[in-house]
């Protein structure tokens, strides 16, 4: 998606942050990130660029790839993860495990989901969404961005194989809100999105699902 000229940027060989360093990594890298480029990237894994640009992805020239801010409940930024063009993912060392999601925010119902392309992938089809890196983990971090947002009830939008399932799961004995568990048809929630399916497809699917009230 770029030429073979690496653009200028004053951060070079990146391979370490501290925390508090990373809002300024992710502005100078939204500086040099186009328009062009987010939708070159996002077409070629079947999204749209604008919602890639509402959980904040930009293009990182220190690692070759496509960085994606991982959050803390107060929308701060505490962790980058990395895809480069051959879909190879990991973290920036010195990362924390943190959540994907926009401030921007819908009238409609949240979900959660796994992983940032999914997340977007909710938030391209009407849904507010948060997010976690994996299956597995952010549970304490989740139930804090839950309680900041003020959610009542949400949706856990669970990819189609046995970690996944085992994780959401787990992830919903965790919680203390009414939520419900959907299974999705296909792999996961992009692959879902690039066969057709609406945000409206998913509520008609789970009208007739069970939500969890936890005692």
Same mark, same amino acid.
């Given at each position: 998606?770029?030429s073979?000229?690496?653009?200028?940027t004053?951060f070079?060989?990146?391979?370490?942050?501290?925390?508090?360093?990373?809002p300024?990594?992710?502005?100078?890298?939204k500086?040099?990130?186009?328009?062009?480029?987010? !939708?070159?990237?996002a077409?070629?894994?079947?999204?749209l660029?604008?919602?890639?640009?509402?959980?904040?992805?930009?293009?990182?020239?220190?690692?070759?790839a496509?960085?994606?801010?991982m959050?803390?409940q107060?929308?701060?930024? /505490?962790?980058?993860?990395?895809?480069?063009?051959?879909?190879?993912?990991?973290?920036?060392?010195? !990362?924390?495990?943190g959540?994907?999601?926009?401030?921007?925010?819908?009238?409609?119902?949240?979900?959660?989901?796994e992983g940032?392309?999914?997340?977007? !992938?909710?938030?391209?089809?009407?849904?507010?969404?948060?997010s976690?890196?994996?299956?597995?983990g952010?549970?304490?971090?989740?139930?804090?961005?839950?309680?900041?947002?003020? /959610?009542?009830?949400?949706?856990?939008i669970?990819?189609?194989?046995?970690?996944? /399932?085992?994780?959401?799961v787990?992830?919903?004995?965790?919680? &203390?809100i009414?939520?419900?568990?959907w299974?999705?048809?296909?792999?996961?929630?992009?692959e879902?999105?690039?066969?057709?399916g609406? &945000?409206e497809?998913?509520?008609?699917?789970t009208?007739?699902?069970?939500?969890?009230?936890?005692?």
């Amino acid at each position: 998606f770029f030429s073979s000229r690496r653009r200028h940027t004053r951060f070079r060989n990146v391979t370490g942050v501290q925390t508090c360093a990373l809002p300024i990594f992710l502005n100078e890298w939204k500086k040099q990130t186009t328009s062009e480029e987010l !939708s070159k990237f996002a077409s070629s894994i079947g999204l749209l660029g604008k919602s890639l640009q509402l959980i904040g992805c930009v293009w990182s020239p220190d690692h070759n790839a496509w960085a994606f801010p991982m959050y803390d409940q107060n929308m701060e930024p /505490i962790g980058i993860r990395l895809r480069n063009i051959k879909g190879d993912k990991w973290s920036v060392k010195g !990362s924390r495990s943190g959540i994907f999601a926009s401030s921007t925010t819908f009238d409609a119902p949240y979900v959660i989901t796994e992983g940032a392309t999914d997340c977007t !992938s909710a938030l391209q089809i009407g849904f507010n969404a948060l997010s976690r890196p994996s299956c597995l983990g952010c549970e304490e971090l989740l139930s804090k961005a839950i309680v900041k947002r003020k /959610i009542r009830e949400i949706i856990i939008i669970s990819d189609n194989d046995t970690p996944g /399932i085992r994780g959401s799961v787990k992830l919903q004995d965790s919680l &203390k809100i009414k939520s419900l568990l959907w299974v999705t048809p296909t792999k996961d929630l992009r692959e879902f999105v690039l066969k057709g399916g609406t &945000k409206e497809l998913i509520l008609s699917m789970t009208k007739n699902l069970t939500w969890r009230i936890p005692k």
